[in-house]
């Protein structure tokens, strides 16, 4: 069977001043169903736009992909036209976001808002959408969810509200949920509850799940794989597993060490320098500009290549992994 | 010899008005402050750590007296902060400064840098005319920046230069404590560590004394070197930040401990529905605050709030449980 989310070889590019800027080189992965798969990298590294770009979700005129195939549950989004698109959307692949409270329209009680979805993707009936919306309100597991029904968004905690999205996102049985940042703004308690409704879902569902944080803690304790990106590149893509016990790539090394750590006596290492500009970006490896292991070589993009031996961890840099 | 204490609060009150419902709306009163008392040694860095809501924020605002408090005391090396008068306030903010989470919403968008931060050294009277700009292009110089950010306007800088930035405001001043709320969370993770390290550096060569307020255990870690732990308005444990993360005594420093996830799969955080979620400031519950979502919770813990009590080493805990034994 193949898997529910396929990506092969995609590009997205975005037009500034009329000069085409690659936000996202050649990115290729799959996620099976019940698998986690993490998306880790700082700000413009570019995650978000890779989640954008399968849900079809660019700015249009402004951002496109330019290259490669997205599939999500034997549909190929990228050829798609937009009516296949949204009907793809909300029934095959689900999107959470980080803040609940920019999806959630603000003056609408959250029932009526997870009823909508359904009356509109199901063709369900005003008053069975409303039965349904209880029953998903109850799946995510929010306290005396019948009472809740007429409440306004602004009258939920931020855990619940993101109880909310997720609700509204499963709403009509998809097979792929993308999760982008959903625990960011939460505090780590409630981020734990949240991560572990997640983890329930996903193994009741069978949801392929694409985890976008810039947070290796969340990836470490729920992630299967993970990728690192940088640049738009993918730079390291491992099991969870080797990836902490074998970490690679100079910037994965370089990140690790920057985090701050509750058991640690040594404090977080900073990486010098900063991302560079979309149009300052140098050929080649996109993060050669901060790399203590820089060689000429390294103008020239390296290809992904296995670790140690181990097809499943792949590294793209010319001084690391397998010759 | 001991030596004063820089910073000395003592049992520091604030509640909020708060009006709610429709149409006819009540008020409700919402304890940010319920009764806090810390101090923080020259040089020193004291981390505050809480979640949302916990008063953490308010602690900073409330000491600086930008808002008032309803009770309690604050000295800054010896003077009463909260009965100074408008010129020892004026000396006071020289000496106590604050730094903030976004330091844009803190800069004037249409000042440029040579004016944002000319502006108090002017204001206190520190450089004027020729001396203000080499004045402030050594402030930049201490933050890593260069000369010619001076004539640029805050937009032009990234997320962690404009941090640069209000840090180098604060330092204006030449304070003696500084209160950073939030410092480096809406920081990537390995601009985070460079802010830290700046601030760290500057905290050595200035001797300053900080206070360092986070929702982040790690960086507190990190960074501190004591830490107070707070909920809902109330201090539940505090001590060195070593043995208190190492060890947490109060469950709900365990708590925190336990949902704060770590870059190793072997010590992933266990997944758990319970625990609730903080009740609502408005209407608190009676005893300990914490006793909905504490496990161990007995009747005592819900008709009795715990005191903060010293503990074997140098720490303190306010929990019924920890006091037998």
């Known amino acids: 069977m193949n898997a529910p989310l396929i990506v092969d070889g995609v590009t997205t590019s975005i037009r500034l001043d009329g000069q085409r800027h690659d936000v996202v080189r050649d990115i290729s992965f799959q996620v099976a169903a019940r698998e986690t798969l993490a998306l880790v990298g700082e700000s413009g590294c570019g995650k978000s736009m890779t989640a954008l770009s399968i849900m079809g979700l660019l700015p249009a005129g402004i951002a496109s992909v330019s290259a490669g195939k ?18 793809v959307r909300g029934n095959r692949i689900g999107m959470i976001f980080q803040e609940p409270m920019t999806s959630l329209n603000p003056v609408l009680p959250i029932g009526f808002q997870v009823g909508e979805a359904l009356m509109q993707h199901q063709g369900l009936s ?25 409440d306004y968004p602004h009258q939920f905690s931020g855990g619940m509200r993101q109880r909310v999205m997720i609700a509204l996102a499963l709403a009509c049985g998809p097979k792929v949920l993308i999760a982008d940042e959903p625990t960011t703004a939460l505090d780590v308690t409630i981020q734990r509850q949240v991560l572990a409704l997640l983890a329930d879902l996903q193994a009741r569902e069978g949801l392929a799940v694409l985890l976008i944080t810039h947070n290796l803690g969340v990836v470490a304790s729920v992630a299967d794989r993970v990728m690192v990106m940088y640049g738009g590149d993918v730079v390291e893509s491992a099991d969870v597993k080797d990836f902490f016990a074998r970490p690679t790539h100079p910037y994965s090394v370089a990140l690790l060490a920057a985090m701050p750590r509750i058991d640690a ?19 080649g490896c996109r993060f050669q500009s901060r790399c203590h292991l820089r060689q000429d070589v390294c103008s020239t993009l390296p290809p992904l290549k296995p670790v140690a031996g181990n097809p499943g961890h792949q590294v793209r840099c010319w001084m690391r992994g397998d010759t | 010899m001991t030596r004063a204490p820089l ?21 409700s009163h919402v304890r940010a402050l319920d009764g806090i ?11 505050v750590v809480g979640e949302s809501g916990c008063g953490k924020s308010t602690l900073a605002r409330v000491a600086l007296r930008l808002q008032p408090a309803d009770g309690g005391d604050v000295r800054f090396d010896g003077v009463n902060v909260l009965a100074a008068s408008r010129s020892e306030l004026r000396q006071l903010r020289r000496r106590m400064q604050m730094i903030f989470q976004d330091p844009s919403s803190s800069l004037d968008g249409r000042q440029r840098i040579i004016e944002a931060l000319g502006e108090p050294l002017r204001v206190h009277g520190l450089a004027s005319g020729a001396s203000l700009r080499p004045t402030v292009a050594r402030l930049l110089d201490e933050v890593g920046l260069p000369a010619s950010a001076l004539d640029r306007y805050p937009h032009e800088f990234s997320g962690g230069q404009r941090q640069r930035i209000g840090i180098a405001r604060a330092l204006a001043l030449g304070p003696d404590l500084i209160f950073a709320d939030e410092p480096v969370s809406a920081l990537d993770v390995s601009v985070q560590a460079q802010i830290l390290q700046l601030l760290g550096t500057i905290r050595a060569t200035r001797n300053l004394a900080l206070v360092f307020i986070s929702h982040d ?4 870690r990190a960074f501190c070197q004591r830490v107070v732990v707070m909920y809902l308005g109330r201090i539940v444990e505090s001590g060195d930040v070593g043995e208190v993360f190492s060890a947490p005594k109060h469950p709900y420093t365990q708590l925190l401990k336990a949902s704060s996830p770590e870059p190793n799969p072997a010590k992933k ?13 408005l209407n608190p519950p009676t005893g300990c605050h914490f006793h909905p979502r504490c496990p161990l919770a007995v009747d005592r813990c819900r008709q009795e709030a715990p005191v903060l009590r010293m503990v074997a080493g140098q720490g303190a805990v306010a929990c019924h449980l920890t006091e037998t034994g």
């Open chain 1, 265 to 283: 006596t040594e404090g977080p290492q900073p990486i010098p320098g900063q991302v560079p500009s979309l149009d300052a970006m140098p050929s």
């Open chain 2, 7 to 27: 910073l000395d609060i003592r049992d520091l009150r604030k509640t909020y008005r708060v009006k709610h419902g429709w149409p006819i709306a009540r008020t």
């Open chain 2, 217 to 220: 255990l790690a960086v507190v």
């Open chain 1, 70 to 87: 997205i599939i999500v549950d034997g549909i190929d989004m990228v050829a798609a036209d937009e009516t296949v698109r949204e009907s």
């Open chain 2, 269 to 281: 955080i266990a997944l758990s529905f319970q625990e609730g979620e903080p009740p609502s400031p």
């Open chain 2, 37 to 47: 008392s810390l101090s923080v040694m020259p040089g020193e860095v004291l981390g």
């Open chain 1, 126 to 150: 005003r008053s069975a959408a409303r039965a349904k919306a209880l029953d998903l309100l109850e799946h995510v597991r929010i306290p005396s969810a019948a009472r809740r029904l007429d």
